[in-house]
């Protein structure tokens, strides 16, 4: 069973504030995707990573893959009191099953 | 921008019921997948849909659960005879054949509030 370990659980930062969000497994992904989650709402798709050491840029968000494809990060820059939420990171190992990471919940206090 | 929709948007039921989830996917997506998140807990995978069949399940998709695409739009999900631990949200999504390494859309999901 592939498990996919993401922390911190909670993150509580005040606004301007830079943070990471880290997603780990000791299996290889073929892909991953980051998803932003609101209380009652169904996960919106942020970025999906594929290559070893890949990097994707979404405005104050940098997503990262590391080489070996088994972990990827979340960086925020100088948080703003809008990016408050559930960030969840999901990969897929084999077939097309995404397994996700238990979420971290940001708090961007202004 | 097309998405997904899911009716109802909260469902209460007495044990032992049947309940029927719907799913509208987007319009050109050809596979499909059911996922729940129990209160306070992971996403997890229930079934993947492609091709009017199932393709893949997890141990959780017992035979009370059930999927069918009844018509061209519509994507259900039925539990036969509900538990008091199916109570979760229930969320629909889908991709298109040539989604960029399995990006899944999900819908907003249906609250199943089992009694």
């Known amino acids: 069973t592939q498990l996919l370990e993401q922390s911190p659980q909670f993150l509580s930062i005040q606004e301007g504030e830079n943070l990471t969000v880290y997603c780990n497994s000791s299996s290889v992904f073929s892909s991953l995707q980051w998803y932003r989650q609101e209380p009652g709402e169904g996960p919106v798709l942020l970025v999906t990573?594929?290559?070893?050491?890949e990097v994707k840029k979404l405005k104050r968000l940098t997503f990262q893959f590391g080489d070996a494809r088994k972990d990827s990060s979340l960086h925020i820059t100088a948080a703003q009191p809008g990016d408050t939420g559930l960030y969840l990171c999901a990969g897929v190992f084999y077939g097309n099953k995404l397994v996700f990471g238990a979420g971290t919940i940001l708090r961007v206090k202004s | 921008e097309p998405e997904v929709t899911q009716t109802p948007s909260h469902q209460v039921t007495q044990m032992g019921q049947e309940v029927i989830l719907r799913c509208v996917p987007i319009?050109?997506?050809?596979?499909f997948y059911w996922y729940r998140q129990i209160l306070g807990q992971k996403v997890e995978f229930l079934v993947s849909?492609?091709?009017?069949?199932?393709?893949?399940k997890s141990e959780i998709f017992d035979d009370q659960f059930s999927v069918e695409r009844p018509d061209g739009s519509n994507f259900t999900l039925k539990i036969r005879s509900t538990k008091l631990e199916d109570s979760a949200m229930y969320f629909c999504?889908?991709?298109?054949?040539?989604?960029?390494?399995?990006?899944?859309?999900f819908g907003p999901g249906t609250r199943l509030t089992v009694l």
């Open positions: 319009s050109n997506h050809l596979y």
């Open positions: 849909f492609y091709n009017n069949e199932i393709s893949e």
């Open positions: 999504a889908s991709r298109s054949r040539g989604a960029n390494y399995n990006e899944q859309f």
């Open positions: 990573v594929v290559t070893g050491g």
